[in-house]
Structure formats: structure tokens, C-alpha cells
């Protein structure tokens, strides 16, 4: 699960005819301006809003919880991203949140031939108290006078998870500027409403490599 790093912007509508007053936890003011201008260049459509200009009210029945209006996530870079959520009362709130992401290559097979070494992988994509992607039996060859090739993408899971929402993309064979490689693509696992992600393992120049890019 994403770690909450900070909470920092509200934004209250007291009237509709009233200035829009903003807060921020905590005493760091330089946090708070660097969120917001931060939040400014990944969500431009609402500058004015975040600014407090033409902030939406909406109609909402007395004695009632504010509802979600509006909720989009972005990235802001590839461990980080930021959500601005807008509420039916005209509250405006800002979170930043940092992914603690692992991946491992484990070889769990060699077999070598004349002129390849053909390897047998597992492997494991996670983050931290989220669920884990794993790919076991993934072949590849590496050629030490040819160009590396990607055999097979193995089986693979996320635990309770359905493999049919899996996107699979093989180039099987390494050319002169790009790499062999496998990888898997998946949208939010069920139960996980925060990320998307892509696994992948990159053959090229006699070695392989894994990555996990979540957004």
C-alpha cells in the first residue's frame, strides 16, 4: 500500500460570495506553496480552483457528508504520485503519496548449449504491504555471438486476481537498438484502487534485467 507522506492543501468554500480561504497541516508554509505549485503543472485544468478562483459549489442536502465530486490521480514521477479530490461542498484537498516498490530477477534454471546459455526465471514485482506480481518459468537465451532472445512469459499471477487482465508483449529477438523482452501489464488488482502497473524483464547485450513501472 501507498505510504500517505503528507496531506496538504484544504481549500473551504464558507459562502459562495466569500474569498476561498486555504490551509495546510503543519507550520511549513514552503510546503504548502511547493505543493500547490506543484499541483498547478500536473493538474492545469485546475489552476483557478486551486488558487481559489471560481471554486464550484454544488448542492448538497443539510445534515449530509460531503461527497466526491471529483478524484484524479497523477504521476509525479515514477515512485510518487498526487490526487486532488474536489467535494460536492467545495472543499478541495491535495495528497502526495510515495510508492515503496521491489523487483527481483531469480534464476532458477541454467542450461547451457555450444552457442547459448538458455536460463529459467522467476519474477517478482511488489509493493510494500500491496499485493506482488510473480512470473515463474520465463525463458531466455543469450547468444554470446548473436543477438539475445526472449523464449517465453511463463505463468504468471497477482494472488487473488484474475490472469485474464494481464497484457502480454513479447519481442522475442534483441536487434542492434532494442532489446528482447517480456512484460505484463495490469490494471488496479481487485481490492487495490490506487495503481496500475507494468512488469517487465529486459534481455540485451548478453544480460537480463527486471523493472516495475506503476502509475
Known amino acids: 500500500m501507498k505510504k500517505l507522506v503528507s496531506l496538504c492543501l484544504a481549500i473551504f468554500m464558507i459562502f459562495a460570495i466569500l474569498p476561498v480561504s486555504a490551509f495546510a497541516d503543519g ?52 515512485n510518487t504520485d498526487m490526487t486532488y ?7 478541495v484537498t491535495l495528497s502526495m503519496a510515495r510508492f515503496q516498490k521491489s523487483t527481483s530477477n531469480i534464476t532458477t534454471g541454467v542450461d547451457k548449449h ?34 539475445d532472445r526472449v523464449l517465453s512469459s511463463g505463468s504468471y499471477s497477482i494472488p487473488g486476481y484474475s490472469s485474464s487482465k494481464f497484457t502480454v508483449s513479447i519481442r522475442g529477438t534483441e536487434t542492434s537498438s532494442l532489446p528482447a523482452y517480456v512484460s505484463y501489464d495490469f490494471p488496479c488488482p481487485v481490492g487495490v484502487s490506487y495503481y496500475s502497473g507494468r512488469v517487465g524483464m529486459i534481455v540485451q547485450n548478453n544480460k537480463s534485467s527486471v523493472y516495475f513501472d506503476i502509475w
Open 27 to 78: 507550520d511549513s508554509f514552503e510546503s504548502y506553496d511547493y505543493q500547490v505549485a506543484l499541483a498547478k503543472q500536473i493538474f492545469p485544468e485546475y489552476r483557478d480552483k486551486l488558487e481559489g478562483k471560481g471554486v464550484a459549489t454544488y448542492a448538497s442536502q443539510p445534515g449530509t457528508k460531503p461527497s466526491i465530486a471529483v478524484r484524479e490521480t497523477r504521476p509525479v514521477d515514477d
Open 85 to 91: 479530490t474536489e467535494y460536492n461542498n467545495g472543499l
Open 114 to 147: 555450444d552457442t547459448y546459455t538458455e536460463y529459467t526465471a522467476k519474477i517478482v514485482g511488489s509493493v510494500i504491504e500491496g499485493p506482488t506480481f510473480t512470473a515463474t518459468d520465463v525463458k531466455y537465451r543469450i547468444y554470446p555471438s548473436d543477438y
